[in-house]
């Protein structure tokens, strides 16, 4: 091989090389740029899930001092029942009654 083929080739290769590279380089950036925007949207998409699951935490939360308060006024209701039937000589089914251990300051 001469000095020219070797120079001429080795341009070549140096071109291709070069291409190849941008090409690499340019793959690379497209890459992190749908990565960057993945990233951004499972971000978002948590956020909402955090969201939608505080609402549901609140949500179950009312309503769940809504039935306490609603049972309270129930097992009142029970109690003044219960105590007409003794009050008229008559036993309950069931002969105890539970008394109410808790407070209903919630």
């Known amino acids: 091989m001469d000095a020219a083929t070797i120079t001429a080739l080795g341009g070549l290769l140096i071109a291709f ?3 190849a590279w941008k090409l690499i ?3 690379d950036k497209k890459r992190e740029r749908r ?3 993945v990233e951004d949207l499972l971000k978002a998409r948590v956020a909402s899930l955090e969201g939608q699951l ?3 935490a ?3 939360d009312k309503e769940r ?3 306490k308060r609603y049972n309270s006024r129930i097992k009142a209701a029970a109690g003044r029942w219960r105590e007409q039937l003794l009050v008229n000589d008559i036993q309950p ?3 105890d009654w539970p008394e109410d ?3 209903d300051t919630e």
Do not use: L
Request: net charge negative.
């Open 101 to 103: 251990d808790h407070d």
């Open 65 to 67: 001092r809504r039935n």
């Open 54 to 56: 505080q609402k549901q």
């Open 25 to 27: 380089d340019r793959a």
């Open 93 to 95: 089914d069931p002969a």
């Open 35 to 37: 990565e960057v925007a």
């Open 17 to 19: 090389g070069g291409g």
């Open 58 to 60: 609140d949500d179950f």
